[in-house]
């Protein structure tokens, strides 16, 4: 029967030696708005931020795992978007989606590699393939409207640098 939801959690710890680790601590946790459990995170540096690649897998209905991005100034604090929009789904007949470490810039677009598996996550019969998702150079979200003119409302935000860039057509 369907498992329930163990809660599962993001931590981080260090080590110099591989012996002798720092106190593990709790960086991503679920919240009312996860039912899935959060699985895994692979996080690389891009631009001023860090981007996390989080794995979550829904345990009680479907055994898939997809990617939701999250973002974070020091890797520690992360933020998630209101609506946890997947980053990366799984095909219509894939179960698993599990990235590499971080996108590959080739001139004005990113690519970001990663694997799909065929079978749920406790199966022992199940392929894997490997695909490449791309997307402009920073791509990872965007505004979009038709050809009428129009604004963007945000809320009120503190600079971090003297200058802003925005990138627009």
Same mark, same amino acid.
């Given at each position: 029967? $369907?498992?329930?939801?163990?809660?599962?959690?993001?931590?981080?710890?260090?080590?110099? %030696?591989?012996?002798? +680790?720092?106190?593990? /601590?709790?960086?991503?946790?679920? %919240?009312?708005?996860?039912?899935d459990d959060l699985y895994g995170m692979t996080v690389f540096r891009?631009? &001023?931020?860090?981007?996390? /690649?989080?794995?979550?897998? %829904? !345990?009680? *209905?479907?055994?898939?795992? @997809?990617?939701?991005?999250? +973002?974070?100034? @020091?890797?520690?604090? +992360?933020?998630?978007?209101? /609506? *946890?929009?997947?980053?990366?789904?799984?095909? @219509?007949?894939?179960?698993?989606?599990? $990235?590499? $470490?971080?996108?590959?810039?080739?001139?004005? !677009?990113?690519?970001?590699?990663?694997?799909?598996? &065929?079978?749920?996550? @406790?199966?022992t019969e199940r392929d894997m393939r490997a695909y490449v998702a791309?997307? *402009?150079? !920073?791509?990872?979200?965007s505004l979009s409207t038709d050809r009428r003119l129009g604004g963007?409302?945000?809320?009120?935000?503190?600079? /971090?640098?003297?200058?802003?860039?925005?990138?627009?057509?």
């Amino acid at each position: 029967g $369907p498992r329930t939801n163990t809660r599962r959690k993001v931590a981080y710890s260090e080590s110099a %030696d591989l012996v002798h +680790w720092s106190e593990v /601590q709790s960086i991503v946790l679920p %919240d009312e708005l996860d039912e899935d459990d959060l699985y895994g995170m692979t996080v690389f540096r891009y631009a &001023d931020y860090y981007l996390g /690649q989080l794995e979550r897998h %829904d !345990d009680n *209905r479907t055994e898939k795992i @997809d990617i939701e991005l999250l +973002w974070s100034r @020091d890797g520690f604090h +992360w933020s998630r978007h209101p /609506q *946890r929009p997947a980053y990366i789904s799984p095909s @219509d007949r894939g179960y698993m989606i599990l $990235p590499a $470490p971080g996108p590959v810039a080739h001139g004005a !677009d990113m690519s970001t590699y990663y694997c799909e598996y &065929d079978g749920p996550h @406790d199966s022992t019969e199940r392929d894997m393939r490997a695909y490449v998702a791309k997307l *402009r150079l !920073d791509g990872f979200y965007s505004l979009s409207t038709d050809r009428r003119l129009g604004g963007v409302l945000t809320r009120p935000f503190t600079m /971090q640098s003297p200058s802003i860039a925005i990138n627009a057509r």
